[in-house]
C-alpha cells in the first residue's frame, strides 16, 4: 500500500542535502555552538526578508511568544511580568502556546471568536468585546496567521490604535505570509516566527525569532534570551536561556534559500486540491481571503454532517496521513478553563470547527500524481469516480 505522510521531511532533505551537508560542516569546523556565525548571519537575512529593523533567533516560537511579552511588560509597565488583572486578547483555536505564553507574562488570556471561513479571530469580536467589558484592562492582542494566512491586520491594527493595544503576531505558521505588500511579522509590535521541524521552515529541532522594528524590544528581547543582562555575569531581569543554536541557525540558512519556492509549491498544491475538490457538497474548502497571500502551512478542509473521522480513517486505511489541528479549543482547556482565562462569548465558531477540520497532506515537493491520488480516495469517500 501506498504510504504518503503529512510531510515527508526525508524527501526535502535530499532535495537540499548538498546544501545542509555543507552547512553542518561548517560548523563542526568553527565550533563556536552559542551564539556562533550563523546565528547573526540568519538573524540579519530574516530581517531583511520580513522587512524589520531587527530579528532576534531565540530557541522557539514559544520563548519568541514568552520573549515578546516579558519585553512588553518591562517596557510598557516597568515591571517583570504583567499583573493578573491585564487582559490580552487571542484566539481560542490555536495552539497551546499561543495562550500559555499569555500566563506565563502574568496576565489574563481573552478568548474572542474566530470567522469560520478564515479560522483566524474575528476583529469585528474583538471590537465587541472591548465595547461590552472594561477596554482599560485591555493591554494588548495576539493574533495567530493560522495555517498560513493572515489575519485582517488593517482592522486589528485600526481597533489597536483606537484603544492602545500592541500587537504580538503569532508568525508560527505563516513563515513568508503576506498581508497585502507587508511579510507577517512586520506589522505588529513583534512577530513571533517558530522553527519546528514540521513548520513550513523547519530545522532539525527546536528554533524561533522574534522580529521587530522596535530598538529597545529588539534590546529587551537580545537580553532576556541570555539570563536577562546586558554582560555575561550581570543580569537586570528575569530571563531565560533562549538561544536559537548555532547548528539550527546553520541548517535553516541552508533551508532558507528555498522558502519562496516551497511556498509557492504549496499554494500549487493548494490550487490543485480547490480545482478538484470543489465540485464535492460535502467539505468546504479553505479560501485565500483578500490581501492575504497564503502559504498553506496546512491545505484545511471542513467536513460536513458529523463525516470527519470516518473520512480521516478511511484515508488512514488507504495509507493517507491527515491531521487535526485542533481538536480543543483552548478555552476547554484544564489549563485556561479554571478561572484563569476569559472567553468573549460563546467562541461557538471555534468550537464548531475543532469538530469538523481535516488537514490534507501537503508536502511542498508532493508532486500531482500524489495529490490526485488524495483526491481521487476522498471522492471514492463520498461516492464520485
Ligand atoms: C508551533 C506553534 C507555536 C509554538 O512554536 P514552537 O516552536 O513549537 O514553540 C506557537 N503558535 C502556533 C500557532 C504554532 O503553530
Not at 526525508?10 to 553542518?24: G, K, S, V
Not at 483606537?162 to 507587508?182: H, I, N, R, S
Not at 481535516?358 to 500524481?369: F, G, K, R
Request: glycine share 8%; hydrophobic share 35%.
Amino acid at each position: 500500500m501506498r504510504k504518503i505522510p503529512m510531510l515527508d521531511l526525508q524527501l526535502e532533505y535530499e532535495y537540499m542535502r548538498d546544501n545542509i551537508d555543507t552547512a553542518i560542516k561548517r560548523c563542526l569546523e568553527h565550533q563556536k555552538w552559542i551564539l556562533g556565525p550563523e546565528v547573526k548571519e540568519l538573524e540579519d537575512k530574516i530581517a531583511q526578508y520580513i522587512g524589520v529593523k531587527h530579528s532576534i533567533g531565540v530557541a522557539s516560537g514559544t520563548d519568541a511568544l514568552v520573549l515578546s511579552l516579558r519585553a512588553l511588560a518591562i517596557k510598557l509597565k516597568g515591571q517583570e511580568y504583567f499583573d493578573k488583572t491585564d487582559e490580552i486578547i487571542t484566539t481560542p483555536f490555536t495552539f497551546i502556546a499561543t495562550g500559555d505564553v499569555i500566563l506565563r507574562a502574568g496576565a489574563t488570556p481573552v478568548f474572542v471568536d474566530i470567522n469560520p471561513q478564515t479560522y483566524n479571530i474575528d476583529p469585528d469580536k474583538i471590537r465587541e468585546y472591548l465595547k461590552n467589558s472594561n477596554p482599560s484592562k485591555v493591554v494588548g492582542m495576539i493574533p495567530v496567521h493560522l495555517y498560513g494566512q493572515a489575519c485582517k491586520m488593517d482592522k486589528i491594527m485600526e481597533i489597536a490604535k483606537e484603544y492602545d493595544l500592541f500587537v504580538v503576531e503569532d508568525v508560527a505558521q505563516a513563515f513568508g505570509g503576506m498581508w497585502k505588500d507587508k511579510k507577517l511579522g512586520s506589522i505588529g509590535i513583534t512577530g513571533c516566527f517558530s522553527f519546528f521541524p514540521s513548520k513550513n521552515l523547519g530545522g532539525f529541532g527546536d528554533g524561533g525569532m522574534v522580529s521587530t522594528n522596535d530598538d529597545e524590544i529588539a534590546e529587551l528581547v537580545r537580553m532576556l534570551r541570555v539570563h536577562g543582562g546586558r554582560d555575561k555575569y550581570n543580569a537586570n531581569h528575569i530571563g531565560y536561556k533562549a538561544r536559537l543554536d548555532t547548528l539550527q541557525a546553520a541548517i535553516l540558512l541552508a533551508k532558507f534559500k528555498y522558502i519562496d519556492e516551497f511556498n509557492e509549491r504549496r499554494r500549487k498544491i493548494a490550487e490543485v486540491y480547490n480545482r478538484e475538490l470543489s465540485e464535492l457538497n460535502d467539505i468546504t474548502l479553505p479560501v485565500e481571503s483578500s490581501n492575504s497571500y497564503h502559504v498553506y502551512h496546512q491545505y484545511t478542509i471542513r467536513v460536513k454532517n458529523g463525516k470527519r473521522d470516518e473520512l480521516k480513517n478511511y484515508l488512514k486505511e488507504r495509507g493517507i496521513d491527515t491531521m487535526v489541528y485542533y481538536p480543543l479549543p483552548l478555552h476547554k482547556m484544564k489549563i485556561f478553563n479554571n478561572g484563569r482565562a476569559k472567553i468573549s462569548g460563546k467562541c461557538s465558531n471555534a468550537e464548531e470547527v475543532t469538530q469538523s477540520v481535516l488537514s490534507l497532506p501537503i508536502e511542498p515537493l508532493q508532486d500531482e500524481e500524489t495529490t490526485m491520488y488524495i483526491i481521487g480516495t476522498i471522492k471514492g469517500f463520498f461516492g464520485i469516480t
